[in-house]
């Protein structure tokens, strides 16, 4: 089966400055949730929280005031949410399919809470790699995992000598990176280097009605693998 691999011009990002506002001086209303829950195999899971004014794109980010906070139910354990960054994490030692993450942003007497952001983790998986080193030119990079899902999956590759890239394929449990297919850097294109693979299986939730209508919500089982890219 063949990959569908993402092409186009790579952006170069700019570093921009984040700026925080007071989460008190937003309304929910107009706040932009991201949320991710993340599974990587180990038997915990970790969620992050990104709280936004001004849509995804945005470089503000909301810092909790005046009596906000986040919390995380999973079954009968609930936990308040700590600042990392520009968000907020916590972890909880599951990781089962179906295992729901409900998310709640409380706020003071000032305005409304988005009390009920759900998620639930899809089905995990075991990731494999048919070799330990690849030649660029005349290998592809077969991969494959157990077991099959319905969706389809995300997959990336980075690595010192060759340019990073991803995409997706139908989670029919193989996938294959073409020989002549991992770019490089002319600088580099006679080296070899150690190469990550991440394959990524996600399921999206439902965001609490309180909040803007196009944040997102995600639950995800992530594997790695590391392979040799040879010239």
């Not at 998620?119 to 075991?126: N, S």
Request: net charge negative; charged share 30%.
């Amino acid at each position: 089966m063949r990959v569908n691999r993402s092409v186009g011009l790579m952006l170069l990002l700019s570093v921009a400055c984040t700026e925080t506002v007071d989460s008190s001086d937003v309304r929910t209303g107009g706040v932009y949730p991201e949320i991710e829950v993340t599974a990587d195999g180990s038997g915990d899971s970790s969620v992050r929280v990104e709280l936004k004014v001004g849509g995804a794109s945005s470089n503000t980010y909301l810092e909790l005031r005046g009596g906000d906070e986040l919390r995380v139910r999973v079954g009968d354990t609930t936990k308040t949410m700590r600042e990392s960054g520009n968000g907020y994490v916590t972890s909880f030692p599951e990781d089962a399919e179906g295992t729901e993450f409900e998310i709640s942003f409380l706020r003071g007497e000032e305005d409304e809470s988005a009390p009920s952001s759900k998620v639930a983790l899809p089905a995990p998986f075991e990731l494999s790699v048919g070799a330990r080193e690849f030649s660029r030119a005349d290998d592809d990079v077969e991969f494959s995992w157990t077991p099959e899902d319905s969706e389809d999956v995300g997959w990336a590759i980075e690595g010192d000598c060759i340019q990073k890239d991803d995409g997706s394929t139908p989670d029919d449990g193989a996938g294959t990176l073409a020989k002549g297919t991992i770019d490089t850097f002319e600088s580099d294109k006679d080296k070899s280097c150690s190469v990550e693979l991440q394959v990524t299986r996600e399921q999206y939730g439902t965001l609490d009605d309180a909040f803007e209508k196009d944040g997102r919500i995600v639950a995800r089982h992530v594997r790695t693998k590391s392979f040799t890219s040879a010239p």
